[in-house]
């Protein structure tokens, strides 16, 4: 089992920046990599960003690629997000997601990730 815990969201400008903390406990060494989704109000949960622990590689979804920036420690068991030039249509309740199956292809799909955070509110104001 993997525990994980997020912090950081809050309210910002349109503009702004954030950053994302994602503690993880438990059976972390089981992990293959970890993600960030977000789920807007009325809408599905999306892809954010990933990353691969070995070999470091990351996924992002094109309405942030150049944006943010996914990263990890794993020394602390950590995985970051930094979140730049937000927009309004960046808020959203923000999931951590762990994966402990290897896949070849990427990783951008909530069934690849069988443990999740309970979530961190961002709101972008215009």
């Known amino acids: 089992q993997v525990q994980l815990v997020e912090s950081g969201g809050g309210l910002v400008q349109a503009g702004g920046s954030l950053r994302l903390s994602c503690a993880a406990s438990?059976?972390?060494?089981?992990?293959?990599?970890m993600g960030w989704f977000r789920q807007a109000p009325g809408k599905e949960r999306e892809f954010v960003a990933a990353?691969?622990?070995?070999?470091?590689?990351?996924y992002y979804a094109n309405s942030v690629k150049g944006r943010f920036t996914i990263s990890g420690d794993n020394a602390k068991n950590m995985v970051y997000l930094q979140m730049n030039s937000l927009k309004p249509e960046d808020t959203a309740d923000y999931y951590c997601?762990?994966?402990?199956?290897?896949?070849?292809?990427?990783?951008?799909?909530?069934?690849?990730?069988?443990?999740w955070g309970r979530g961190t509110q961002v709101t972008v104001s215009s």
């Open positions: 990353i691969r622990y070995r070999g470091a590689v990351s």
């Open positions: 438990g059976r972390t060494s089981d992990n293959y990599a």
């Open positions: 997601a762990a994966s402990s199956s290897y896949y070849s292809g990427t990783y951008i799909y909530p069934y690849q990730y069988p443990y």
